[in-house]
């Protein structure tokens, strides 16, 4: 399996892949730059999501939001930002690739000119919003805060989320966001895709009239950082809910690392459907836990596997981690079956097929192209991308689950109802998150 791809590098370092597709008359247009909010610093966070909002307000020469006139044009966009990379996309008619690629272009070179005090002000307070209903009002919200502020420490660019402090944005200054910008958002720094409906020379030709003239800025480098834990640890977190929730959190190999993709066959067989091992016996057997979900979440500098489930009315989270702790060891003991190794991997390439089924949008073949790209420089890293999965079996797994989860410490998230502290794993420590 694979996607056919040319690549090209432009003096001013930017990536150029292109991809043919001529049975739709639609090109996906879908740029990202390696920058997420990793590459912010403590006490400075949340700079990475906010240019996010920031580069949809206009630049120079169109000074008004991005979505209008690609939208006018028949085009579907977004854009999004994780720890590790933003990206940006549109999917729009052929006849309009030289507007995509005109706006693009655009608020690549040309975005500062037109960032103002009043623009950062308001999206600033969008963020702030955004924060409030994603993550303060929402139940269990929270949680994802105390976890990764205790498995990584403050100095380590995953200590934090990525929508950020607010105490960081509300101090952040209209110049430390031009700088951030100076740093990260510019040719050397990023991987355009053009894939669907084009011919690749024509394609390279416009990708080098539109963007060739930006000038490259500075090597990002890599950033240098370590997580580790001597011992497990235990917190309490307070919430608006009803119901007990356990996390349990390791740290784990980062994406495309050996033991990665060992870890993902792991979480499914452990509680991927009804059939899975944890939900069959602690949801729908005997009744302990509502729910049971498992998420190897690889990560470019480093990678966590995470356990989550909500404790049934009667029961108690020392019972699930009870139920949890057998199941992992019975995996880490035996590895999953013939059976269960089939069924995890055939999930494992129907994703892989699902992600490539249309050349645009989040996790189309534009999107697959440019990850590999990024993170492996190589956007022909499909094949070997899938023989990691192919390549599993019951033994590898089983390894996988008992270096990384049985052997090591983790770090527990006992989130409870406001009052009900006793209802936390024994010997956790209360944190408030704000």
Same mark, same amino acid.
């Given at each position: 399996?694979?996607?056919?791809?040319?690549?090209?590098?432009?003096?001013?370092?930017?990536?150029?892949?292109?991809?043919?597709?001529?049975?739709?008359?639609?090109?996906?247009?879908?740029?990202?730059?390696?920058?997420? +909010?990793?590459?912010?610093?403590?006490?400075?966070?949340?700079?990475?999501?906010?240019?996010?909002?920031?580069?949809?307000?206009?630049?120079?020469?169109?000074? $008004?939001?991005?979505?209008?006139?690609?939208?006018?044009?028949?085009?579907?966009?977004?854009?999004?930002?994780?720890?590790?990379?933003?990206?940006?996309?549109?999917?729009?008619?052929?006849?309009?690739?030289?507007?995509?690629?005109?706006?693009?272009?655009?608020?690549?070179?040309?975005?500062?000119?037109?960032?103002?005090?009043?623009? %950062?002000?308001?999206?600033?307070?969008? *963020? &702030?919003?955004?924060?409030?209903?994603?993550?303060?009002?929402?139940?269990?919200?929270?949680?994802?805060?105390?976890? *990764?502020?205790?498995?990584?420490?403050?100095?380590?660019?995953?200590?934090?989320?990525?929508?950020?402090?607010?105490?960081?944005? /509300?101090?952040?200054?209209?110049?430390?966001?031009?700088? %951030?910008?100076?740093?990260?958002? $510019?040719?050397?720094?990023? +991987?355009?895709?053009?894939?669907?409906?084009?011919?690749?020379?024509?394609?390279?030709?416009?990708?080098?009239?539109?963007?060739?003239?930006?000038? @490259?800025?500075?090597? =990002?480098?890599?950033?240098?950082?370590?997580?580790?834990?001597?011992?497990?640890?235990?917190? *309490?977190?307070?919430?608006?809910?009803?119901?007990? /929730?356990?996390?349990?959190?390791?740290?784990?190999?980062?994406?495309?690392?050996?033991?990665? =993709?060992? &870890?993902?066959?792991?979480?499914?067989?452990? @509680?991927?459907?009804?059939?899975?091992?944890?939900?069959?016996?602690?949801?729908?057997?005997?009744?302990? =836990?509502?729910?049971?979900?498992?998420?190897?979440?690889?990560?470019?500098?480093?990678?966590?596997?995470? &356990?989550?489930?909500?404790?049934?009315?009667?029961?108690?989270?020392?019972?699930?981690?009870?139920?949890?702790? @057998?199941? &992992? @060891?019975?995996?880490? =003991?035996?590895?999953?079956?013939?059976?269960?190794?089939?069924?995890?991997?055939?999930?494992?390439?129907?994703?892989?097929?699902?992600?490539?089924?249309?050349?645009?949008?989040?996790?189309?073949?534009?999107?697959?192209?440019?990850?590999?790209?990024?993170?492996?420089?190589?956007?022909? %890293?499909?094949?070997?991308?899938?023989?990691?999965?192919? +390549?599993?079996?019951?033994?590898?797994?089983?390894?996988?689950?008992?270096? %990384?989860?049985? /052997?090591?410490? #983790?770090?527990?998230?006992?989130? *409870?109802?406001?009052? #009900?502290?006793?209802?936390?794993?024994?010997? +956790?420590?209360?944190?408030?998150?704000?």
């Amino acid at each position: 399996m694979q996607i056919p791809f040319e690549k090209h590098v432009l003096g001013n370092g930017l990536s150029v892949v292109t991809h043919e597709d001529h049975r739709c008359p639609i090109v996906a247009v879908n740029l990202w730059y390696h920058v997420g +909010s990793k590459n912010e610093q403590p006490g400075r966070t949340g700079f990475a999501h906010l240019f996010e909002h920031l580069m949809f307000e206009g630049s120079e020469h169109y000074d $008004h939001g991005f979505f209008q006139p690609l939208q006018q044009a028949g085009a579907v966009l977004n854009g999004s930002t994780n720890t590790d990379r933003t990206n940006y996309w549109e999917v729009v008619p052929t006849s309009s690739l030289e507007l995509a690629l005109w706006m693009e272009s655009d608020r690549m070179g040309f975005l500062l000119p037109a960032l103002t005090e009043e623009k %950062f002000r308001n999206q600033r307070d969008v *963020v &702030l919003n955004e924060r409030r209903q994603n993550y303060e009002n929402r139940p269990y919200g929270m949680a994802s805060m105390a976890i *990764v502020a205790a498995l990584f420490p403050p100095d380590h660019p995953y200590h934090w989320l990525t929508i950020g402090s607010p105490e960081d944005l /509300r101090a952040a200054s209209l110049d430390d966001v031009r700088a %951030f910008f100076a740093r990260y958002y $510019h040719p050397a720094n990023a +991987s355009l895709v053009l894939a669907g409906d084009i011919d690749t020379a024509e394609a390279l030709r416009l990708a080098d009239g539109y963007f060739g003239s930006i000038p @490259a800025g500075p090597a =990002a480098g890599p950033i240098s950082c370590t997580a580790g834990l001597v011992s497990e640890i235990r917190v *309490v977190l307070e919430d608006a809910v009803e119901l007990p /929730r356990l996390y349990l959190t390791w740290l784990s190999p980062s994406i495309f690392a050996p033991g990665d =993709a060992d &870890l993902d066959l792991a979480a499914d067989v452990l @509680a991927e459907g009804k059939s899975s091992r944890l939900y069959e016996e602690m949801v729908y057997r005997k009744r302990f =836990a509502t729910d049971v979900a498992a998420l190897q979440q690889s990560r470019e500098l480093s990678g966590f596997f995470q &356990l989550v489930s909500t404790a049934a009315p009667g029961h108690t989270l020392t019972e699930l981690d009870e139920m949890i702790t @057998a199941g &992992l @060891a019975r995996v880490a =003991a035996d590895g999953p079956s013939a059976s269960e190794l089939e069924r995890s991997l055939a999930q494992a390439e129907a994703q892989f097929i699902y992600r490539v089924q249309t050349v645009g949008g989040f996790g189309g073949k534009s999107d697959q192209l440019n990850q590999y790209n990024i993170f492996v420089g190589d956007p022909g %890293f499909f094949d070997r991308d899938l023989a990691r999965y192919r +390549s599993a079996t019951p033994a590898t797994v089983a390894e996988a689950v008992s270096s %990384f989860l049985v /052997r090591a410490p #983790r770090v527990a998230v006992s989130v *409870v109802p406001r009052g #009900r502290l006793d209802l936390a794993l024994a010997g +956790s420590t209360k944190v408030v998150c704000s």
